[in-house]
């Protein structure tokens, strides 16, 4: 095996990561032609996936000798996006969302149903790689855009602030490194690749969705 993991997942992912950053609505959302709106109903989206995800890593993969040395709380955002959630849909956001007020698009229900009921400590590292590490890359640059361009205060934004991690690069670079240290063969190599790649999908879904809502709305037919 001679490519490491984590040069085998950039490579074997920059063609779904392109078609991602790519999308209509993170261009429109980067490009200032969106609202504050839009950046709500994404955070609504990423809260249900990251409950999903959080929850579920926690109740059964704690202790795993795949996941459990990612599972670092300083990575974990459902708590940051709660505070997201309130500054973006006001105090009473969970009574909103059990009572489907906020709006979730299917592709994060079935985002979220792919952790809830597929998973496997392969399925969970891989999405915990596609986006934790898509957090501390893209989702910077994500945070500066949006902040520039919608004047929206961190108080709303803290899903892409890590205080607990110190210097992104360095953390990153030993992520990698974790990667690259786990008792992986062939077989479950494969399996975390052809994961990453549809878990890229199931985020590139969203913003299809979400663009459905929030393009039209901008060019006035909806
Ligand atoms: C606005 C859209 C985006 C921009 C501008 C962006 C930008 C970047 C950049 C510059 C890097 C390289 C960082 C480095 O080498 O250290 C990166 C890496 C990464 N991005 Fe994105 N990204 C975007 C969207 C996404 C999305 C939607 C996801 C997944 C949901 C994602 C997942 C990743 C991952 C997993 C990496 C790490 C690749 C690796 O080093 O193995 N990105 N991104």
Redesign the pocket.
Known sequence: MSISL?DL??ES?AAA?EQ??SSPF?GEL?DGKLDAEAVGALTAQLYVVYWNMESTAQAHYSQNPLLGGFLDPALERTGALESDMAYHHGEDWQGKLDDGVIPIVPATRTYSDAITNGHSAEFLLANH???L??DL??GQ??HRMVQRQYGIPDAGLNFYLFPAIGKIKPY?DAYRQRLDKLDLDEAGRKAVIGHAQRI?GY?GAIFTDLYATFGDKQRGVA
């Open positions: 984590s997942l950039k992912t990561h991602s950053e993170v980067l790689y596609v986006r590490l898509g890359s893209g640059i994500i990153k890229f985020n």
